[in-house]
């Protein structure tokens, strides 16, 4: 079975422009996640979609940053403008049962913001 | 809210000797403890996870063993290999609520020397 699939797997892009990436959770799973590493901070749960709706979106840093799924096999996260402190790897996850259980991660996109 | 702490930050061991990765959290609420192993230039994946109603977990050469009382638990690696090397994070989370989310600790760099 295909896991959790991201794209593009790195990003390069200028300071202040609209960067998007993609997601598509494991077919069944009714909860999907964005998570943003770093170094300094680790994993950080950006926002969360329960059946397609967003249900907690408190770890969104600040509006330049919003995220869809207009339907169950298909995420997007934005970033409008981009900064340099946005640079970091972006993670999509899955979860079939509940948000707190079995999260399943895709390989990631490198965002680099110069 | 849940705060997950892993020590020590690094570790290396040889390879075939056992390495044992310790986690520590707070919520004594929490009932649901996975372990993901990422490698570089991958996503976490999760490798084994516990829940409260049991203190311990094998699956081949990994073990996770959970003591309630002190809220901490740990991942017990034998016989190490190399493609054992990787960064280890655990975490925890009110496992099955509508609202639960995974808490992640900060990982722990495993390193198998040949």
């Known amino acids: 079975d295909a896991g959790v699939i991201q794209s593009p797997r790195h990003e390069v892009t200028e300071m202040g422009q609209e960067v998007t990436l993609r997601c598509k959770p494991i077919?069944?799973?009714?909860?999907l996640f964005w998570y943003r590493q770093t170094m300094m901070r680790g994993l950080e749960l950006l926002i969360y979609f329960n059946n397609n709706v967003p249900i907690d979106d408190s770890g969104m840093p600040e509006d330049r940053f919003s995220a869809k799924m207009p339907n169950a096999s298909f995420s997007t996260l934005k970033i409008q403008p981009s900064e340099p402190r946005d640079s970091a790897v972006y993670f999509c996850a899955s979860s079939p049962f509940s948000p707190g259980i079995e999260q399943y991660f895709g390989p990631g996109t490198r965002l680099t913001v110069t | 809210g849940e705060n997950v702490e892993q020590h020590p930050s690094t570790l290396s061991v040889q390879e075939g000797d056992s390495a044992v990765i310790k986690c520590t959290y707070s919520d004594s609420a929490s009932n649901y403890f996975p372990w993901y192993k990422q490698e570089l230039g991958k996503g976490p994946q999760l490798i084994i996870d516990i829940r409260s109603n049991v203190g311990e977990k094998k699956d081949q050469r990994i073990a996770v063993t959970l003591n309630k009382t002190a809220k901490h638990f740990s991942l017990h690696i034998t016989e190490t290999q190399p493609e054992d090397s990787a960064v280890y994070f655990c975490a925890a989370s009110i496992g099955g609520g509508a609202n639960s989310k995974l808490t992640f600790g900060k990982g722990i760099t495993l390193s198998v020397r040949p």
């Open positions: 077919s069944g799973h009714d909860y």
